[in-house]
């Protein structure tokens, strides 16, 4: 059973912008952590974001900062990931991470307990 449902990508050229969401299809009780990873063919899973329970807290990797917002909407158990001036090298699959009992998540992947399938941003030259 899936618990995080991610959506919203697609193929997008030089410059444009997508928004990626997540659905949270098992809501847990209490609070949960949420954050965005990326693969690309060949490379490591990276961080690109994350965000606090109460959302007064974000961190980006600095490939991304300046360009991605993160967010999210408690009431729909879903959170965002904005992408604008996307480039060639942000292409990947994007996952969609939580870790909960937990207001804060860092960078590590080891930090996170649920992962989504991923969806796939590709940004053409």
């Known amino acids: 059973q899936v618990d995080l449902v991610e959506s919203g990508g697609g193929l997008v050229q030089t410059g444009g912008s997508l928004r990626l969401s997540c659905v949270v299809s098992r809501p847990t009780f209490g609070s949960y952590a949420m954050g965005w990873f990326r693969q690309a063919p060949g490379k490591e899973r990276e961080f690109v974001a994350s965000?606090?329970?109460?959302?007064?807290?974000?961190i980006y990797s600095d490939s991304v900062k300046g360009r991605f917002t993160i967010s999210r909407d408690r009431a729909k158990n879903t959170q965002y990931l904005q992408m604008n001036n996307l480039k060639p090298e942000d292409t990947a699959v994007y996952y969609c991470?939580?870790?909960?009992?937990?207001?804060?998540?860092?960078?590590?992947?080891?930090?996170?307990?649920?992962w989504g399938q991923g969806t796939q941003v590709t940004v053409s030259s």
């Open positions: 965000i606090s329970w109460r959302g007064d807290s974000k």
């Open positions: 991470t939580r870790r909960t009992r937990a207001d804060y998540a860092g960078e590590s992947a080891a930090d996170y307990d649920s």
